[in-house]
């Protein structure tokens, strides 16, 4: 009778648990220099697939209308997002109904990066791969999810792929504003921003969503304007956040990653189990620039799914 149990060898490892362990080898070593957290309390490893599926986007409702109010007060006025469990689980928002156990995972990333921000007293997080497909917006998505169900922490997750977005497909939504005109000033923070809706999930909603809904062909230049970083400063203060996640392109695709450097305090970087290289991994170092901690690295077990349906570009 023949068995379908993964082989092991004289060591006792499958094959994909030997390649897993090797490129978990070379990115220690690539990530040797300019790492300021302990390997061991800040490298966190999400072995979860990356997203598949799509389903019919939702319209956002329009911004309710009301006359201008404090700015304490730009919570309640914010759009509220639809909670569909079933769309978010076909979308692999598996922090929303906590069913897939790779969900604790990001819990634990959700408190290394709380605690790790405190410490250090930073408050702007980039999450970027260094090459497409590797779960990016996978991974922002559902720490943002994870860390709404915080309640003493009020916080926001802004999609900063200005050129290929990737939020509004993973949540279903459409006609949403875009982030390049919020940056210009074109829409105000209430018209951009959305909070989840009611849910039975305990979603919480002190978690603002920016969606991109729009491609931008000039992100680069956007990213790098002095209006733009005082338009999310002035969104960051008058919101009270007390942590920012940008969804950022890969970094070693364009510039824009680079573009915007200067307003992150850290990065957290996703890779793709089986697919980055380490080389890729020390260029994205090389230009973020010594001086740009590296809060962590996500392992995004791709190789496990046939199809992982997250591509940039997509």
């Known amino acids: 009778m ?3 149990a993964p082989q092991t060898g004289p060591d006792g490892l499958t094959d994909s648990e030997r390649r897993r362990r090797a490129l978990e080898r ?6 040797t220099q300019g790492a300021t957290l302990d390997e061991e309390e800040a490298a966190t490893e999400a072995e979860a697939p990356a997203p598949a599926g799509e389903s019919e986007p939702t319209t956002r409702p329009a911004p309710a209308t009301a006359p201008r109010q404090p700015a304490s007060d730009i919570w ?12 978010l689980e076909r979308n692999l928002v ?5 069913h897939d156990p790779v969900h604790a995972a990001f819990d ?3 408190t290394r990066v709380k605690q790790a921000m405190i410490e250090h007293g930073w408050s702007r997080v980039g999450i970027t791969s260094p090459n497409e497909g590797n779960g990016k917006s996978f991974t922002a998505i559902n720490l943002a999810v994870s860390l709404s169900r915080l309640p ?5 997750l802004i999609d900063l792929d200005l050129r290929r977005p990737g939020l509004a497909r993973v949540l279903g939504l459409r006609d949403m504003p875009a982030t390049a005109d919020f940056l ?20 919480g909603d002190r978690m603002a969503i920016g969606i991109n809904g729009r491609p931008e062909a000039y992100a680069s230049e956007l990213l790098q304007d002095p209006a733009s970083a005082e338009r999310l400063a002035a969104m960051q203060r008058d919101l009270g956040l007390d942590l920012v996640l940008y969804d950022l392109p890969p970094a070693l695709a364009m510039d824009d990653v680079l573009a915007f450097r200067p307003h992150l305090d850290c990065v957290l970087l996703v890779v793709g189990g089986g697919e980055t290289r380490a080389r890729d991994v020390r260029e994205v170092q090389r230009r973020l620039g010594d001086d740009l901690p590296i809060l962590g690295v996500v392992m995004n077990k791709a190789e496990l799914d046939d199809d992982p349906g997250y591509g940039y570009g997509t």
């Open 94 to 98: 598996i922090t929303a109904s906590r």
């Open 184 to 203: 210009r000033g074109e829409i105000t923070v209430e018209e951009y921003l959305s909070v989840f809706g009611p849910n039975m999930l305990n979603i």
């Open 108 to 110: 634990v990333l959700r």
């Open 26 to 31: 070379r990115l220690r070593e690539a990530l």
């Open 76 to 87: 309640s006025r914010l759009p509220k997002i639809p909670v569909e469990p079933a769309r």
């Open 2 to 4: 023949s068995s379908n």
């Open 152 to 156: 003493d922490v009020r916080s926001a």
